[in-house]
Nanobody, 124 residues
Framework: QVQLVESGGGSVQPGGSLRLSCVVS????????IGWFRQAPGKGREGVSC????????DYADSVKGRFTVSKDNAKNTVYLQMNSLKPEDTGVYFC?????????????????WGQGTQVTVSS
């Protein structure tokens, strides 16, 4: 059973930083791309970022480019999302998910395993 477990969420003031972690089971990072998504209250799920399996190529939503950085450590089976210069509109539940492919092509689609999510709140 594939499992993804997110951690690192919390409450920060605008301009602050957080680093989210996603531990993925079964050495998935060597074979599958991993994406990050978020869902704000009353809104649909939004793709935030993705990192591919083989060459660690990354993709980002326009709303987070230049502020968020996705990375991974295959030895630790962990994907990270470093979030800087946080804004109130970044508030939401953040999920990581395993894609069916090793690539991030069309990175908002094609995920078959999801974590439970971690809450991020940006407020003054």
């Amino acid at each position: 059973q594939v499992q993804l477990v997110e951690s690192g969420g919390g409450s920060v003031q605008p301009g602050g930083s957080l680093r989210l972690s996603c531990v993925v089971s079964e050495h998935s990072l060597e074979y599958y791309a991993i994406g990050w998504f978020r869902q704000a209250p009353g809104k649909g799920r939004e793709g935030v970022s993705c990192i591919s399996a083989r060459d660690s190529k990354t993709d980002y939503a326009d709303s987070v480019k230049g502020r968020f950085t996705v990375s991974k450590d295959n030895a630790k089976n962990t994907v990270y999302l470093q979030m800087n210069s946080l804004k109130p509109e970044d508030t939401g539940v953040y999920f990581c998910a395993r894609k069916w492919s090793y690539r991030c092509l069309n990175y908002t689609d094609g995920y078959n395993y999801w974590g439970q999510g971690t809450q991020v709140t940006v407020s003054s």
